[in-house]
């Protein structure tokens, strides 16, 4: 019985001890934000879904950060989110004032050696996922290709991004493994621009975020603007059930494989982070203050009126994800190396 109770005396101290160390942390980070200003840099142009997103939080984040920080928003695009990831690991300050919010493929293309990237994903501090990001390839309702078996037989230009984004990734890695014949036409600002450059005419198709369609154009899909040939993701959106995925396209278990690493990306979907080197106290007040964040019903409302699903994840699981994505064996690597290879970009 004496055991016993020494157990349980011992048990809660370190409890009370695990408390008093988080609300010492909590107030040492208060004291630090008080009167700062907090900078969410956002790897996108203005207006598209990653940006709404990205200026939700920041109108919600600060008032339940210890200190109540203030928090603005900067655009940075430029080749797929690795202008703005560059910029936090190298250059922004390491003390917890900069968040962004980038492409989900940051961690693959660390690992894969893509241009550009100067960065190490998993040495980021990942504060928080919002939600998933399933990608859609779609064409305009005037193209003659209607559904992805015809983007096989006939050649499709579609207006992408920079070459981090999976605007270019997802229909580039489909061209190399299914056969699609999508002509990739790049250098656009944004989504927003690459639709637009769709809707004149200047190309047929564009790749990207379901919800970026849904946010920006549901009469696209209620009035059938637009043809929806594919779906990026492990697993179906709710809303898309008929639309087949990538990786039911693919041949080979081999290819499958493949394909899954590409598409992993959507589960990083549209995530948090800030510079690696913060503080622990700093960042574990980021994550405690996204977490309540998300579940602010003041949030819930500017998000969701923005027809994007909330789907989070906690900063520390986020981290194992983005961890597991830099573990890639090196032959699968190799194998994602080459079906990233873009002959022909325009």
Avoid at 59 to 74: A, D, F, M, Q, Y
Avoid at 112 to 133: D, P
Avoid at 171 to 182: A, E, I, S
Avoid at 319 to 342: C, F, H, I, W
Wanted: with cysteine; hydrophobic share 45%.
């Amino acid at each position: 019985m004496r055991q016993r109770i020494a157990s349980l005396a011992l048990s809660i101290a370190a409890l009370c001890a695990a408390a008093t160390g988080e609300a010492l942390a909590q107030a040492d980070a208060g004291g630090f934000y008080k009167g700062k200003t907090i900078e969410m840099v956002v790897g996108y142009a203005a207006g598209s879904s990653n940006d709404i997103a990205a200026r939700s939080l920041a109108r919600s984040i600060g008032k339940h950060l210890p200190g109540n920080p203030t928090v603005i928003t900067r655009n940075m695009p430029g080749g797929g989110s690795f202008v703005a990831a560059n910029y936090i690991y190298n250059v922004a300050p390491k003390d917890g004032t900069v968040l962004g919010l980038m492409a989900p493929t940051l961690p693959i293309d660390e690992k894969l050696g893509t241009g550009g990237v100067k960065y190490v994903a998993s040495k980021f501090n990942w504060i928080g996922r919002e939600t998933t990001s399933v990608g859609v390839s779609f064409s305009w309702f005037t193209s003659p290709t209607k559904t992805i078996e015809d983007a096989m037989t006939r050649v499709t230009p579609l207006a992408a991004t920079g070459a981090g984004s999976t605007t270019a990734i997802y229909p580039n890695v489909l061209n190399n493994l299914v056969g699609t014949k999508f002509k990739l036409i790049m250098g656009y600002v944004g989504s927003n621009e690459a639709m637009l450059a769709m809707e004149r005419g200047e190309t047929e198709a564009h790749s990207t975020a379901w919800e970026q369609v849904t946010s920006q154009h549901p009469d696209w899909v209620s009035d059938k603007k637009i043809n929806i040939l594919v779906q990026y993701a492990l697993a179906k959106h709710p809303a898309l059930p008929d639309v087949p995925l990538a990786v039911d396209l693919v041949k080979s278990e081999e290819d499958r494989r493949i394909m899954r690493a590409v598409v992993a990306a959507a589960d990083v979907g549209k995530s948090v982070l800030t510079a690696p080197g913060v503080p622990a106290d700093r960042v574990a007040a980021l994550r405690a203050a996204f977490d309540e964040t998300i579940r602010d019903p003041e949030f819930i409302k500017d998000f969701e009126a923005s027809r994007i699903e909330i789907i989070p994840m906690q900063g520390a699981e986020l981290q194992k994800v983005v961890e597991e994505l830099g573990a890639l064996p090196p032959d699968l690597v190799e194998k994602v190396r080459k079906v990233y290879e873009m002959p022909g970009v325009k």
